[in-house]
């Protein structure tokens, strides 16, 4: 039995719009004796996501607290904790962040250790493990713009999560006028520009006190900004980070996290360099757990905008996830729908998740200009369980 809070606003920055709904993400990880903490805006979508479960085959937690402190963990120490991220990545100096050093010290500082890209960049030289040129400064004084800076290049802070303050530099100017707009005293690193064909997510799960291979997926990304993931890949470059997660799980290390890896083509192959560690739940851990309880085997995970504002009026009628045939539609982030958005799961071949993703965008009253897939005349799914 555990405690699932999965509260992302003591790790997110302020501009990310709706922030107080990811807590319901996590709904599909758990299980029926879990006792699950929901934000209470989430309340008037509970009926809806329980039925979409229940008719899909998806086994849950219903105890349920409307309330996403953390005075009930903390009420609760003979409980196993689950938390997106067991720390304050905003103020590690904060009482929250004091909460977790003394419910489990060694897990929280080798959490708030690794959410520095410069320390991972240390990291990774110590352990030799193969990253893009990159120079870390504690602050811009230190800085001096010389001949070692590769263009283009990223600025980016030592601590940032979903690609707030990442920027791109052409050249010196730029450059120059995104360090202009940077506090003075924020630690920050320039990075070479890696020219990647892709981007994986490698994931870790540390379970029974055994370090294990969660999954390696591919990144969709929009700009700098993670919005979704694609499974299986066939790049597995798992001993490139190997090294670092047995580190991290000596040190303390417990539940989920993950590498983002690019993969760069060469005339010997393909080439594998590690960027950064998210030392905490990421948004492909999420459809990665539902996948797996559901026996999924293909599958890709999307953000969808829409009109809509409530989930009773999601329309998944013939494409919702059916168990029998391994295909269809998951609602894995479904309390975004309050901001019209909706993190789905497509399950099947690339041909039926092109399929699924244009019905999808039609019943979500979203533009398909952008959408340059093969068109596909409409049918239920189960009529094109056999399409390649």
């Not at 086994?59 to 996403?68: E, G, I, K, P, Q």
């Not at 713009?145 to 690609?163: A, M, R, W």
């Not at 799961?345 to 019905?359: C, E, P, V």
Request: with cysteine; charged share 20%; net charge negative.
């Amino acid at each position: 039995m555990r405690i699932f809070n999965h509260d992302i606003m003591n790790c997110t920055h302020q501009q990310v719009s709706g922030n107080y709904l990811y807590s319901g993400r996590v709904l599909g990880l758990t299980e029926p004796n879990d006792i699950v903490q929901l934000h209470p805006a989430l309340r008037t979508e509970w009926e809806a996501i329980v039925a979409h479960y229940k008719r899909i085959g998806l086994c849950h937690s219903h105890n349920v607290v409307w309330d996403v402190s953390s005075a009930l963990r903390l009420a609760h120490p003979e409980l196993k904790t689950s938390v997106f991220y067991f720390g304050d990545a905003e103020n590690p100096q904060s009482y929250r962040s004091q909460q977790f050093r003394k419910e489990n010290q060694r897990w929280h500082d080798v959490v708030q250790y690794m959410n520095n890209k410069n320390n991972f960049m240390e990291l990774a030289h110590r352990l030799n493990v193969t990253v893009p040129k990159t120079l870390c400064f504690l602050k811009k004084s230190e800085l001096r713009l010389n001949s070692e800076i590769l263009y283009p290049c990223y600025l980016k802070p030592s601590v940032s999560v979903d690609g707030m303050g990442i920027v791109r530099c052409a050249n010196r100017q730029e450059l120059m006028l995104a360090l202009y707009d940077m506090p003075e005293d924020i630690a920050f690193q320039i990075q070479e520009e890696v020219l990647a064909a892709s981007f994986l997510n490698l994931q870790y799960q540390v379970k029974d006190q055994k370090l294990t291979r969660y999954a390696a997926t591919e990144q969709i990304l929009d700009g700098c900004s993670h919005s979704g993931n694609r499974y299986p890949t066939e790049y597995q470059p798992w001993e490139l980070v190997e090294p670092m997660a047995q580190w991290m799980f000596e040190e303390g290390m417990q539940e989920v996290f993950a590498f983002d890896v690019a993969v760069v083509f060469s005339s010997r192959g393909p080439r594998y360099y590690a960027i950064e560690c998210n030392p905490r739940y990421n948004g492909a851990s999420y459809p990665t757990g539902i996948a797996q309880k559901l026996g999924i085997q293909s599958w890709i995970c999307e953000t969808f905008t829409t009109s809509l504002r409530s989930l009773s009026d999601v329309d998944l009628g013939g494409i919702e996830f059916n168990d029998k045939t391994g295909e269809g539609v998951v609602l894995v982030n479904w309390g975004n729908i309050h901001r019209g958005k909706v993190v789905c799961l497509l399950a099947g071949s690339h041909r039926q998740q092109k399929q699924l993703r244009r019905i999808l965008k039609q019943r979500f009253n979203e533009s398909l200009l952008e959408d340059s897939s093969p068109e596909l005349s409409f049918h239920p799914l189960e009529s094109i369980a056999n399409v390649n």
